[in-house]
């Protein structure tokens, strides 16, 4: 019995040492995705909030996070926008973080409050101008150009170009010229 109960203990602190090194339980973990909808203050793509968790600032781990988004969709706490691929905080969600924000970390809390201050602009940006392209069968490139807004395409641009080297001029400059873009078009074809 001894050596049962000592082998235990031995797997326990071997369990511990090689922990994952995020120290919160899962319902703090949710609290903070919770959070970061209520400081972002818009709807976010799935893949925007795992970047923002986990790849951009690592608050979580990337599966962890996806799971937590799934449980927070089922439970209420967050809502599919209607017709788009956004997520929300619910009114339920909002009531739940008030109840319970102080179990994350005050340092948590902090990093995360001055990161979506100082970079909410970007990802709304990022989310509302996508751009991709794609090589066609004779050998030009098809780049697609959208603007969206939180619930749908605004407007969705196909250009043909002649190389790739174009295409990545395109794909790279989008997100700096779409605004204008936009409005250009907007007012050319509305004057």
Known sequence: MVQFSSL???????YEEHAPANPLDSKIQKLIVLFVFEKMAIPLEESTV?????????????????????????????????????????QDGISCLALFFTRIPSHVR??????????R??????QSYFCDYSKNA???????????????????????VANRQLAKYLYKSW?????ITYSLIHETLLD
């Open 50 to 90: 795992l970047d923002l968790c986990t790849a951009d600032n690592n608050w979580l781990g990337y599966m962890d996070c996806k799971q937590f988004i799934a449980e927070l969709l089922e439970t209420n706490l967050l809502y599919r926008v209607p017709k788009s691929e956004y997520l929300n905080i619910t």
């Open 110 to 119: 902090d990093e995360i409050t001055q990161y979506t201050r100082e970079n």
């Open 121 to 126: 602009m970007r990802y709304k940006r990022r």
């Open 138 to 160: 004779d050998g030009t490139y098809t780049v697609v150009m959208k603007v969206n807004n939180d619930i749908t395409t605004l407007m969705e641009l196909k250009l043909i």
């Open 8 to 14: 235990l203990i031995w797997r326990c602190t071997l």
């Open 175 to 179: 997100v700096d010229k779409a605004s």
